[in-house]
């Protein structure tokens, strides 16, 4: 079921004061709050709810408030329900009528909000970003037509897998499940394994490399002893195959690999066997653990209007149609012109309406596509923005693929936020100053110093 979104009555309390009241209505929190569609937004999420059955949820003006802005303070969810209770201004935006003092909700209600609405919900959300930034004019509606495409690594939050490590795990994890079914193994090795880790990051630290790859062999043998002892377990009782189906394919994938470093579809976390190794050509960093996240922002204005996750490790020009037909959906308005790197080369897309451009493209470059061909570096920043600006950090943390769509589509929305939110600021700065006849160098100097 669902809560009625909270409504403004008009009335005021012998013992409390509005909100309307309090704060400051010039702020540029709660000039976004008016700008948000938010009826239309319970119109449209209201469909990942049941009418009629179970315990009401919160309400969509709420859960979809929260939400913007954990996005757009990069909070955590326990962060955005604490910060809620003391600002007045989170609860304005989230269409409260009086302050309150308790928890909007759980802090784990959010986590089931986004699992509800999943990445189309999200995908709505960060359409109306899009369309309180052409209301605002943060963006103007012809900057939608011209664009820029480029994919980058969302990293998981993941430890760097290391084939004892990942051996290690998989038999830690078959006991456990091994226990709670009541299967009983010959020996469960873990003091021998434990041994056997910490000495093979002994030996491989002091580059001692026969003793260290004798002690990784060790783990993987243990791992192997125990999958054989829970093998002829489920020979004898057929019932406790359910219980250990996923468990022990990835133990044997995990096993299987630590031989062969080729084995084809590795797995690199026992808890996120959805995560990919990318090789990026960075001199820093060589590999990278977690999917391929594409962008898309305005050549002019740099906002973000298209941001979607691709599993598989796809190449770059293989995802171009998919992104090109997302910003249409969000926006409304065909991209005229796609700038991307010599990544996308053979793109493959055949649409007469699109012109792609790759960077250094020389083949019917006018003076003002040059201009614009030059501008698709900007993009680079803007991704880097998109993963360090949120206090939970770079990495994702959120459980499975569709963690994965739902993380990248939070990062935009975080940055076409605090985008919109500074352009406000800027034009009530700009009226200030208008207003105390300061001249533009003063002007410029506190603008720079605010920010």
Known sequence: MLKKNPQDSGQGDLLRSRLDAIIDLTHELAKLTRVVGWSGLEADLASYY???NGRPGGSIRLMAGLLLLKDMKGLSDEEVCEVWRENP???YFCGE?????????????????????????????????????????????????????????????????TDTQLCHKAREELLKTAEHCGVEVRQSYVRKSKQAVFLANKYLAARQTNRGRKQIKKVR??????????ERALVKDRSLEVAFDNDLAKARKIYDQAADPKTPNKIYSWHAPEVECIAKGKAHKKYEFGCKASVASTSRGNFIVGAMAHH????????????LEQIEKLTGIKPGEAHVDLGYRGHGVKDSDTEIILSRQKRGITPAKKKRQKRRNAIEPIIGHCKNDRKVGPRNWL?????????????????????????????????????????????????????
């Not at 369309?131 to 664009?147: A, C, I, M, N, W």
């Not at 769509?405 to 034009?427: C, D, E, P, T």
Request: aromatic share 8%; glycine share 6%.
């Open 50 to 52: 049941c009418a009629d």
């Open 89 to 91: 201004y989170f609860q």
């Open 97 to 161: 009528e009086f302050f309150q003092h308790r928890l909007p909700v759980e802090p784990p209600s959010l986590s089931i909000f986004r699992k509800r609405i999943g990445a189309r919900g999200l995908e709505r959300l960060l359409a109306e970003t899009i369309r309180v930034g052409v209301k605002s004019g943060t963006v103007r509606p012809r900057d939608l037509q011209k664009v820029n495409v480029d994919t980058t690594v969302q990293e998981k939050a993941v430890r760097f897998p």
């Open 221 to 230: 043998n243990y791992l192997g002893r125990v999958i054989r002892d829970i």
């Open 312 to 323: 598989g490790r796809p190449y770059d020009g293989h995802t171009l149609a998919t992104v």
């Open 399 to 451: 459980q499975g693929k569709s963690g994965d769509r739902i993380n990248v589509l939070a990062m935009a929305i975080g940055f076409n936020l605090r985008k919109i939110l500074r352009w406000i600021f800027l034009s009530l700065l700009s009226a200030l100053c208008l207003r105390q006849n300061l001249p533009a160098p003063q002007m410029l100097r506190l603008e720079n110093a605010l920010f």
